[in-house]
């Protein structure tokens, strides 16, 4: 008689294992956010054309490359720490120079609503 009631407690406690494991396994999780690799960084470019030769020419050299210590076209988790205080505040950033970006990030062409365009691009939002 106990055997059969350890027993039954037993497959009730495996049966909630079970529920409790296939309850986890469906719980939704968040995304990986994917960094692109450098290769494809490097073919990015906005598309218009004039946006495009200006990111090649000021924007690209600092914005492709690791080390530089830029935050990385197109990666989202670094421009959205620096995006938090506001699209008009990046744009200043930009204008004034910031660390070892010069002023105008050696765009001096650039008109503040191309810089508003470029930091779009390079945080990877459409435009």
């Known amino acids: 008689m106990l055997t059969v009631r350890w027993a039954k407690h037993a497959a009730r406690g495996v049966g909630v294992a079970v529920a409790v494991f296939l309850l986890l396994a469906c719980e939704p999780r ?10 494809a960084i490097e073919s990015l470019r906005p598309p218009d054309t004039r946006l495009a030769e200006k990111y090649e020419r000021s924007c690209m050299t600092c914005h492709v490359d690791t080390a530089s210590g830029a935050p990385r076209t197109h990666d989202t988790a670094a421009w959205s720490r620096r995006a938090s205080a506001g699209r008009d505040a ?10 070892a970006m010069p002023p105008m990030g050696l765009c001096p062409d650039c008109s503040r609503e191309d810089i508003g365009a470029l930091i779009d691009f390079m945080r990877g939002e459409q435009p």
């Open 30 to 39: 968040t995304a990986a956010v994917a960094t692109p690799s450098a290769s």
């Open 90 to 99: 990046l744009i200043t950033s930009a204008q004034r120079g910031n660390n």
